[in-house]
């Protein structure tokens, strides 16, 4: 059993993993308005990626006796500056979103549940690996500067990165 701000905080989660989806996806978009194709396959598997979050935290807690809520659609930044701005904003997200599950974790301790605790190691794990990606992507952005040429093969490579679970 859930207790009640377990379960409030999990669908908390659900909706930060949601609006991530949203938030990837409009960055794909945008980036596929722009001509950079790889980058905005790179960006709708993230965005895919963050939907998974969401339904995994979903079906936990409704296998757990509680009721995993459908968040409303909010309609995040649409337009950026550059591909530099992207995943500078990719990386602080990110790094918001490990804050998050690290309270959730807490959360968890302080509530004594431990079967919750446990299924969210996989999401600590999780946040590790994506904020390394970020940080490993914007190192490249760092050395590509305002190289066209650079980023024309960045925009190639991230087509085939893979985005990790
Ligand atoms: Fe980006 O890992 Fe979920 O939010």
Redesign the pocket.
């Known amino acids: 059993e859930l207790s009640q701000t377990i379960e409030s905080a999990l669908n908390k989660q659900v909706e930060?993993?949601a609006a991530?989806?949203q938030y990837?996806l409009a960055m794909a978009s945008w980036a596929e308005v722009q001509g950079y194709n790889g980058i905005a396959q790179f960006l709708y598997r993230?965005s895919d990626?963050?939907r998974v979050?969401?339904l995994k935290l979903l079906k936990f807690i409704n296998e757990r006796g509680g009721h995993g809520l459908v968040p409303a659609l909010q309609q995040p930044t649409v337009k950026f500056k550059n591909i530099h701005a992207i995943f500078e904003h990719v990386y602080s997200?990110?790094l918001l979103?490990s804050k998050e599950?690290n309270n959730l974790v807490d959360i968890c301790l302080s509530e004594k549940d431990y079967s919750t605790h446990n299924f969210m190691q996989w999401?600590v794990t999780?946040?590790i690996e994506?904020e390394r990606m970020a940080r490993n992507i914007l190192d490249k952005l760092k050395l590509i500067g305002e190289d066209k040429g650079g980023l024309y093969i960045f925009d190639r490579d991230l087509s085939t990165l893979d985005t990790g679970d």
């Open positions: 930060m993993e991530s989806s990837y993230h990626e963050e979050h969401m997200h990110e979103v599950i999401y999780e946040q994506e």
